[in-house]
C-alpha cells in the first residue's frame, strides 16, 4: 500500500540524516506531524518505532562503511555511522547482525 505522506518525508529525511543526532519531535516536525501521531504511523505501517528503525538504518550503514573499507577502526565506523558511544553501537549491531562488529569483519573476510 502507498505510505502516509508524514511517514514518507520522515523516511527520506532519515535515509538522508541517519547519521545525525535526530529526535521524533524534530523528524515530525519536517514530516509536518505530531510526533505522537508519528510514532504510531511508524508502530502500525513499519511494525517498528523509531528508535528501532534508526538503530537498524545506523548498523546498515556501519555495514557498508566496514565493506568499503575492512581496516578502518571500529569507533570510527561508529562514529560514521551515528553512534555517539561504543557500547550502545555494539549493542545494537549485535541486536541487527546476531555477532559483535570484531566478530562479523572477521567472518566476512577482513582484518
Same mark, same amino acid.
Not at 529525511?13 to 504511523?41: I, N
Given at each position: %500500500? $502507498?505510505?502516509?505522506? @508524514?511517514?514518507? $518525508? !520522515? #523516511?527520506?529525511? +532519515?535515509?538522508?540524516?541517519?547519521? =545525525? !543526532?535526530? *529526535? +521524533? @519531535?524534530?523528524?515530525?516536525?519536517? &514530516? ?5 501521531? /508519528? @510514532? ?11 528508535? *528501532? #528503525? /534508526?538503530?537498524? #538504518?545506523?548498523? =546498515?550503514? !556501519?555495514?557498508? #562503511? ?14 560514521? &555511522? %551515528?553512534?555517539?558511544?561504543? *557500547? ?9 547482525? %546476531?555477532? *559483535? ?8 573476510? !577482513? @582484518?
Amino acid at each position: %500500500g $502507498k505510505l502516509h505522506d @508524514g511517514l514518507r $518525508k !520522515a #523516511l527520506l529525511f +532519515l535515509g538522508e540524516h541517519h547519521a =545525525e !543526532a535526530v *529526535s +521524533l @519531535g524534530q523528524l515530525a516536525q519536517r &514530516a509536518h506531524v505530531s510526533p505522537s501521531h /508519528l @510514532g504510531f504511523l511508524f508502530r502500525s505501517e513499519l511494525k517498528t518505532t523509531f528508535k *528501532s #528503525l /534508526l538503530q537498524r #538504518l545506523r548498523v =546498515e550503514r !556501519a555495514l557498508q #562503511l566496514m565493506a568499503e573499507d575492512p581496516r578502518q577502526r571500529i569507533t570510527d565506523i561508529a562514529l560514521s &555511522a %551515528g553512534f555517539a558511544d561504543l *557500547s550502545h553501537f555494539e549493542k545494537c549491531f549485535r541486536r541487527v547482525t %546476531g555477532v *559483535s562488529p570484531r566478530e562479523y569483519r572477521r567472518r566476512h573476510g !577482513a @582484518g
